[in-house]
């Protein structure tokens, strides 16, 4: 066996002071539980992987607390990895905490035993020769990273890419399975959560603390989940790729796999070996990804966790899981007084290749915030954002067909399908994203329980709309002069499409008022 995490100092941190130190997996739970070194980054911890990384150390650190009835943090290095292997303790050699296991009778980090007794069947995921670790099987743009780009790859590598392969994977072709937690195969798992501020420590403590808190809330809604003893690391048990593991046998909590990976020591390189499966590692049936994931709001009437697309967590996005009501929080949506930052993010995924990681951090004051936790102030807010949600569609509509007249010169006949106004429009929809929330703070702190309600939603709707409307224009002056038309009809063209525009927003704005 080699490279056990709760013996070897196998994570390089860097912490606010800038220094470098190097931690075991207990000595990291030392440092995060604890306000002496303020972790600031992990060094070989790439941007997308983020998430997987956060969730299983908190999800991890709160089954472990919990096994071991303890509601404070331990406060060394080897109570830490007492608690840790305790959550183990039916394998005394600590092999699911090991990287490379040659007996394949017994469990690896995030490899399941082999029932086989053989890798016969497996194939080579990648080769030793290539210096490659793994990562999600299919990327993309916005990833910043592709399969094969990490040179030379040292072991802290392999443990964050197994972690979020095994964890954050979604269905990527036949007998190749995705996780639970997302709504489909190609879905995504979404990460909603309130901080105070990016430092890991508080972050890892505050969430633990939730889960811990939360615990039983989540037992009595999910009621299917064991109490006690429940399955908690799902790479401890046998795998034979053909039977799944029922919800009813697992922690609410639960770490999972959703992959057949071995790793071995091939002339002292490490090699990957993968088989496919008949079957996803946890047996669930049409419940759109809703586990109880501590970091997922779910749908309230689909019942399924919320999914992001190509666009990401745009503003029409967010406003949705914020306010229209259609999204229950998740048990780390609920602020504190001192947080003000909600962080957002999530792998997008599509048939057969993902849309890139998405992250998306918003300041929101404290008076929006008891908007947003308020039932009764968030269904007022509602309405309204809601509806400069659809105005802002209007308002690329206006902008589409003031160029298109530039573009086809017949205001009458205009051929919607025309795409050559797309840049511009994504040019809208990107300023339009920057300033939807900043502008909604600002108007709900223009409201006033005393305030006529009626007068309050028009005035400040009118303000959306005027805002719409100077984004526009800049937009559609700068494009104005930029697209291509026949010399002889330009000022034809481009008075049509002024009278487009301008009119457009005109009645646009007036609208309101009547």
């Known amino acids: 066996m080699k490279y056990n995490l709760l013996e070897e100092e196998l994570f390089q941190i860097k912490t606010e002071s800038g220094r470098k130190k190097k931690h075991s997996l207990p000595g990291l739970f030392k440092c995060l539980s604890g306000n002496d070194e303020k972790i600031v980054s992990f060094s070989k911890l790439l941007v997308h992987q983020k998430q997987a990384w956060f969730s299983f150390l908190v999800q991890l650190a709160a089954m472990a607390l919990d096994t071991a009835k303890m509601n404070t943090f331990p406060n060394s290095k080897e109570k830490w990895r007492e608690i840790l292997q305790n959550m183990v303790k039916e394998y005394p050699d600590e092999s699911p905490w090991h990287i490379i296991v040659s007996d394949l009778n017994k469990p690896a980090f995030f490899q399941p035993p082999v029932p086989e007794c053989s890798l016969e069947g497996f194939s080579?995921?990648?080769?030793?020769?290539?210096?490659?670790?793994?990562?999600?099987?299919?990327?993309?743009?916005?990833?910043?990273?592709?399969?094969?780009?990490?040179?030379?790859?040292?072991?802290?590598?392999?443990?964050?890419?197994?972690?979020?392969?095994?964890?954050?994977?979604?269905?990527?072709?036949?007998?190749?399975?995705?996780?639970?937690?997302?709504?489909?195969?190609?879905?995504?798992?979404?990460f909603f959560s309130f901080i105070s501020d990016f430092n890991w420590n508080s972050r890892f403590q505050r969430d633990i603390n939730i889960l811990l808190d939360k615990r039983e809330d989540i037992l009595k809604k999910y009621s299917h989940y064991k109490r006690n003893r429940g399955e908690k690391l799902l790479w401890i048990q046998p795998w034979d790729g053909k039977e799944s593991v029922s919800v009813n046998e697992l922690d609410p909590y639960y770490i999972e796999i959703c992959r057949r990976l071995r790793l071995v020591d091939y002339e002292g390189k490490i090699k990957l070996m993968k088989k496919n499966t008949k079957c996803p590692k946890v047996g669930v049936s049409n419940n759109g990804g809703n586990t109880g994931d501590p970091w997922a709001p779910v749908n309230i009437k689909k019942g399924s966790v919320f999914t992001i697309g190509e666009a990401g967590l745009r503003y029409d996005k967010l406003e949705r899981v914020l306010f229209s009501g259609d999204y229950k929080f998740s048990i780390c949506m609920k602020a504190e007084q001192d947080e003000n930052l909600l962080y957002s993010s999530a792998i997008a995924r599509g048939q057969g290749k993902t849309e890139g990681f998405h992250e998306r951090l918003i300041y929101i004051p404290k008076k929006a915030k008891n908007f947003l936790m308020d039932k009764g102030k968030k269904q007022k807010i509602a309405e309204l954002s809601k509806s400069w949600v659809d105005d802002a569609s209007s308002g690329s509509k206006i902008l589409r067909n003031s160029l298109l007249c530039i573009l086809q010169g017949d205001i009458d006949n205009l051929n919607f399908r025309d795409n050559r106004t797309d840049k511009w429009q994504q040019l809208y929809s990107s300023k339009v994203d920057r300033r939807f929330f900043e502008c909604l703070w600002e108007a709900i702190e223009t409201f006033s329980d005393n305030d006529d309600y009626e007068k309050w939603f028009e005035k400040e709707r009118i303000k959306w709309r005027e805002n719409l409307k100077s984004m526009a224009e800049k937009i559609f002056k700068k494009a104005r002069k930029g697209l291509p038309t026949h010399s002889a009809l330009k000022y034809k063209m481009t008075a049509m499409a002024n009278r487009r525009f301008y009119g457009g927003f005109y009645k646009f704005i007036k609208e309101v008022k009547n």
């Open 124 to 190: 080579s995921f990648s080769r030793p020769d290539e210096d490659s670790t793994i990562d999600l099987l299919s990327l993309a743009k916005n990833h910043d990273i592709k399969k094969g780009k990490i040179i030379k790859p040292e072991i802290e590598n392999w443990i964050f890419s197994m972690i979020t392969v095994q964890t954050m994977e979604g269905f990527s072709g036949r007998e190749n399975y995705g996780i639970s937690r997302m709504n489909s195969g190609y879905g995504s798992r979404p």
